[in-house]
């Protein structure tokens, strides 16, 4: 049973995002499946089966990938009325969802390690040479420039500004990406980070010395 319901899912989330180009496709969700499920093997916690659930759906009411975050809530619920699950694991599985986006560093709550997991899992997907490349691409996407040394890192934002305000893709890095390592939830996890973190640390010192045509 459990295995048709995964099955169910990922046919759904290949549909819905699979030729997205902001780095949140496919590939990306069997990526962050692919670490909690490492984590939860390291950590020897956590219940597989939410976990795998909550890191293939992580993405699908996010308003980034909807219309509104309203609309998103809707394509979610509407999908998860369809598995033949309890009640007491869909809510869980929103749950999680719903409280582990980093939306500008404004802080969720986690209650639970199921949570904690697929929230690190996304979050080392968002960092090291991978990380790199989709900060590109989104800020490519997004109509961000490259770099502009006259935009100024923005220290405190609010959701709105977090996703609307502007911005470039170098500066985000600053914004979010150099500060995950520290945001880590599970000891697995922060191994993980600490070599992704080096990895983005030295492209833009690399980056900076080519901008300055200094190598």
């Known amino acids: 049973m459990r295995h048709d319901l995964i099955e169910q899912t990922e ?7 699979g030729d997205d180009a902001t780095g949140h496709d496919w590939y990306h969700i069997e990526r962050v499946r692919r670490n909690a499920l490492n984590i939860c093997s390291e950590e020897n916690e956590g219940n597989t ?20 975050a309203e609309k998103g809530a809707e394509k979610l619920e509407s ?3 369809t598995l033949d699950m309890s009640d007491e694991a869909k809510i869980h599985i929103k749950n999680i969802i719903f409280t ?5 560093g404004v802080k969720s709550e986690l209650d639970t390690i199921e949570a904690k997991i697929v929230q690190d899992a996304d979050r080392l ?3 090291g040479a991978i990380g790199i490349a989709r900060a590109f691409a989104f800020g490519g996407k997004k109509g961000q420039p490259i770099y502009d040394p006259d935009l100024a890192v923005r220290e ?6 977090y996703r609307k305000g502007k911005s470039s893709s170098v500066n985000h890095f600053y914004e979010k990406l150099l500060k995950l390592k520290e945001k880590m939830n ?11 973190h080096k990895r983005m640390e030295q492209f833009l010192e690399q980056f900076y010395s080519e901008w300055n045509g200094q190598s």
């Open 100 to 104: 582990i986006s980093f939306k500008g």
């Open 79 to 81: 999908f998860l009325a």
């Open 186 to 196: 599970t000891k697995t996890a922060s191994r993980m980070a600490e070599e992704r």
């Open 156 to 161: 405190k934002m609010t959701i709105q500004e």
């Open 11 to 17: 046919n759904f989330v290949r549909h819905e995002l």
């Open 49 to 68: 089966f939410i976990i795998e659930m909550a890191a293939l759906l992580h993405d699908i009411p996010d308003e980034k990938l909807n219309d509104s």
């Open 125 to 127: 997907d968002a960092i």
